[in-house]
C-alpha cells in the first residue's frame, strides 16, 4: 500500500523559509520511472503544482516560485523535503506532496495535506 | 503558464450525465496527451480519477470517462450518484504541470 504524509511547521512568520518533509511508503524513489511532487492549494482556491523531484535526483520547479523553491530527496529516509523561502500570507494554503508518475504523468496518490498559515 | 479553463459549476440528477469541460492551448492540453482529472471532497485530497486523458486507475468506476479534442479536455460522468457531488480539477502537463480552476459539481 502507498501512502504519503506531509509534516511541517502549521504556523510561520512573514520572510521566513518553510520547511515541509514528505515521507512515503510503498515504493521507492530510487526506482526508475517514479518521481514525487508538491501541489499547494490556498482555502477555496485551486491546485497549484510547485516541484518535482524524480528517481535520477533531477529536480523541476514552478517557472513562476522558482527562486524560492528547492526540493530534495532522501531515499534511504524515503522522504522528500521542499523548502520555500521568504514566506508571505498570499502563501497560505494546504500543501500535499504526491506521488508521480514520471516523465509526464499523472499524481496518482496524495498525501493528506499540512496546512500552512503565514502571519506575523 | 495560465490555468486551464474549466466552468465553475454544474449540477445534474442522480442518474444523468454531465460533462466538465478543460480548456487550454496547443501549448499544454491540446499538444500533450496527459491530462488527469481529479475529484476533491470538501477538506480531503484530491483523488484521480482519469490519467492519460481518457485512462482510468484501477477502482474509478467506468461512470467516469474522459475524453480530448483540440485545445479541450472533458470529464463524462454518466449515472450521477450522490457520492459524486465533488469538486474536479483537470490537469495538464505543458512542459511543466497546469491546473484548470475547478469545477463544483452539484448532484440535485
Known amino acids: 500500500q502507498v501512502t504519503l504524509r506531509e509534516s511541517g511547521p502549521a504556523l510561520v512568520k512573514p520572510t521566513q523559509t518553510l520547511t515541509l518533509t514528505c515521507t512515503f511508503s510503498?515504493?521507492?524513489?530510487?526506482?526508475?520511472?517514479?518521481?514525487v511532487s508538491w501541489i499547494r492549494q490556498p482555502p477555496g482556491k485551486a491546485l497549484e503544482w510547485l516541484a518535482l523531484?524524480?528517481?535520477?535526483?533531477?529536480?523541476y520547479y514552478s517557472t513562476s516560485l522558482k527562486t524560492r523553491l528547492t526540493i530534495s530527496k532522501d531515499t534511504s529516509k524515503n522522504q522528500v523535503v521542499l523548502t520555500m523561502t521568504n514566506m508571505d500570507p498570499v502563501d497560505t494554503a494546504t500543501y500535499y506532496c504526491?506521488?508521480?508518475?514520471?516523465?509526464?504523468?499523472?499524481?496518482?496518490?496524495w498525501g493528506q495535506g499540512t496546512m500552512v498559515t503565514v502571519s506575523s | 503558464q495560465s490555468a486551464l479553463t474549466q466552468p465553475r459549476s454544474v449540477s445534474g440528477s442522480p442518474g444523468q450525465s454531465v460533462t466538465i469541460s478543460c480548456t487550454g492551448t496547443?501549448?499544454?492540453?491540446?499538444?500533450?496527451?496527459?491530462v488527469s482529472w481529479y475529484q476533491q471532497h470538501p477538506g480531503k485530497a484530491p483523488k484521480l480519477m482519469i490519467y492519460?486523458?481518457?485512462k482510468r486507475p484501477s477502482g474509478v468506476p467506468d461512470r467516469f470517462s474522459g475524453s480530448k479534442s483540440g485545445n479541450t479536455a472533458s470529464l463524462t460522468i454518466s449515472g450521477l450518484q450522490a457520492e459524486d457531488e465533488a469538486d474536479y480539477y483537470c490537469?495538464?502537463?505543458?512542459?511543466?504541470?497546469?491546473f484548470g480552476g475547478g469545477t463544483k459539481l452539484t448532484v440535485l
Open positions: 504526491a506521488r508521480t508518475s514520471c516523465p509526464f504523468g499523472a499524481f496518482d496518490i
Open positions: 510503498g515504493f521507492s524513489l530510487s526506482t526508475s520511472g517514479m518521481c
Open positions: 523531484i524524480d528517481w535520477d535526483d533531477d529536480k
Open positions: 496547443s501549448s499544454d492540453v491540446g499538444g500533450y496527451n496527459y
Open positions: 492519460d486523458v481518457s
Open positions: 490537469c495538464s502537463y505543458a512542459g511543466s504541470w497546469v
